[in-house]
T-cell receptor
Framework: AQSVSQHNHHVILSEAASLELGCNYS??????LFWYVQYPGQHLQLLLK??????LVKGIKGFEAEFIKSKFSFNLRKPSVQWSDTAEYFC???????????FGQGTTLQVKP | EAGVTQFPSHSVIEKGQTVTLRCDPI?????LYWYRRVMGKEIKFLLH????????ESGMPNNRFLAERTGGTYSTLKVQPAELEDSGVYFC?????????????FGPGTRLTVL
């Protein structure tokens, strides 16, 4: 069965530090991957997505992710985090043709000012 | 354009009671998804509507859960009778079509606590 796993459950960084959140998926077919973010008190919103083409995907707020097929990975990166990046981050994969999402466990990021 | 809305935002009920959660998708979005996140676990798919039809209900935990989308607009998710393990956050999402490139827009979620 298709699954998504996120390596880090809780990450604490200081402002201006670089961020990399790990995400691995298990699926042999066409891969469509997403990163969602949930800021405190807000709803889930899309950061970026990968469907095809350039494996380096740029999203909102300076985030990017790289799809590495050989490693089944889709890690999220940001060169310099801000206090406002404090949130929970979810990696997800599209399953089948109906559009349902398979989520990882989520990673809580706390950025210290 | 109004986003996906969910009601209530928080519900506290006792084991054995019934609760109905509501989701209003973005206007014009035919596809509606329900997800659930039990504390400490990942967000899991429950079911998918296309208009008023259930396209995929493979994630529904058991027959205590009933989802409807009469008229293809808003959807309700009823839990009857509720059990302790039903506690969690229930999310709703919608998209215009079910094509692979479509972003799902999520509602704020309903936090259900069963005592």
């Amino acid at each position: 069965a298709q699954s998504v796993s996120q390596h880090n459950h809780h990450v604490i960084l200081s402002e201006a530090a670089s961020l990399e959140l790990g995400c691995n998926y298990s699926y042999g077919g066409t891969v469509n991957l997403f990163w969602y973010v949930q800021y405190p008190g807000q709803h889930l919103q899309l950061l970026l997505k990968y469907f095809s083409g350039d494996p380096l995907v740029k999203g909102i707020k300076g985030f990017e992710a790289e799809f590495i097929k050989s490693k089944f990975s889709f890690n999220l990166r940001k060169p310099s985090v801000q206090w406002s990046d404090t949130a929970e981050y979810f990696c997800a994969a599209l399953s089948g043709n109906t559009g349902k999402l398979i989520f990882g466990q989520g990673t809580t990021l706390q950025v210290k000012p | 354009e109004a986003g996906v809305t969910q009601f209530p935002s928080h519900s506290v009920i006792e084991k054995g009671q019934t609760v109905t959660l509501r989701c209003d998708p973005i206007s014009g979005h035919d596809n509606l998804y329900w997800y659930r996140r039990v504390m400490g676990k990942e967000i899991k798919f429950l079911l998918h509507f296309v208009k008023e039809s259930k396209q995929d209900e493979s994630g529904m935990p058991n027959n205590r859960f009933l989802a409807e989308r009469t008229g293809g607009t808003y959807s309700t998710l009823k839990v009857q009778p509720a059990e302790l393990e039903d506690s969690g956050v229930y999310f709703c999402a919608s998209t215009r079509t079910s094509g692979r490139s479509n972003e799902q827009f999520f509602g704020p979620g309903t936090r259900l606590t069963v005592l």
